[in-house]
Nanobody, 113 residues
Framework: VQLVESGGGLVQPGGSLRLSCAGSGFTFSNYDMNWHRQAPGKDRELVARISSAGGDTKYADSVKGRFTISRDNSKNTVYLQMNSLKPEDTAVYYC???????WGQGTQVTVSS
């Protein structure tokens, strides 16, 4: 089983990034998928969730209206579109198959001028 994130990087405040997470080795379309993040010195937090078929999404209050989670089950991939980024969004972002031990390795997002 693998979950591989990509798309992180350094961006200025107000900018955008799109994270991707490609899954393999399990039936991706059977699982709700989560994006979590962990900032230095802070607990890991749930940022967004999407249902297995993609019809239902949930967001942390801190990212509502700025982030959009989506998925393409034909590509076994989940995405996180992040707009209007703020310095407080700086963290390592992880994808996770809900209710499993399947986690990606994380991708660093840094928002700084």
């Amino acid at each position: 089983v693998q979950l591989v994130e990509s798309g992180g990087g350094l961006v200025q405040p107000g900018g955008s990034l799109r994270l991707s997470c490609a899954g393999s080795g399990f039936t991706f379309s059977n699982y709700d998928m989560n994006w979590h993040r962990q900032a230095p010195g802070k607990d890991r937090e749930l940022v967004a969730r999407i249902s297995s078929a993609g019809g239902d999404t949930k967001y942390a209050d801190s990212v509502k209206g700025r982030f959009t989670i989506s998925r393409d089950n034909s590509k076994n991939t989940v995405y996180l579109q992040m707009n209007s980024l703020k310095p407080e969004d700086t963290a390592v972002y992880y994808c996770h198959a809900r209710s499993t031990a399947y986690w990606g390795q994380g991708t660093q997002v840094t928002v700084s001028s």
